[in-house]
Nanobody, 115 residues
């Protein structure tokens, strides 16, 4: 199983970024996916999740700014981040939760928002 996250970078406050996470080795259409982030010295926190049916959930801190979507044909999950704030700066990870009860993590992608 491999989760390859990409799309991070440096952006000014108020700007946008789109993260991608390409999955392989799993039955993607049957897998719930999520985006998480972890700042140095802090616990990893959920940003949002998307279920097999496309149902989404978001952390309060990103609601109305971030959108998760998935393309089952491309085995890819996306995180569209708008109206970015400096406090959104950290490493973002994607996670896969399979129907068999396994979870897998991507390698993380750095997002930096300058003020």
């Amino acid at each position: 199983v491999q989760l390859q996250a990409s799309g991070g970078g440096l952006v000014q406050a108020g700007g946008s970024l789109r993260l991608s996470c390409a999955a392989s080795g799993i039955i993607f259409s049957s897998t719930a996916m999520g985006w998480y982030r972890q700042a140095p010295g802090k616990q990893r926190e959920v940003v949002g999740t998307i279920g097999r049916t496309g149902r989404t959930n978001y952390a309060d801190s990103v609601k109305d700014r971030f959108t998760i979507s998935r393309d089952n044909a491309k085995n890819t999950v996306y995180l569209q981040m708008n109206s970015l704030k400096p406090e959104d700066s950290t490493v973002y990870y994607c996670k896969a939760d399979t129907i068999f009860g396994n979870e897998y993590w991507g390698q993380g992608t750095q997002v930096t928002v300058s003020s």
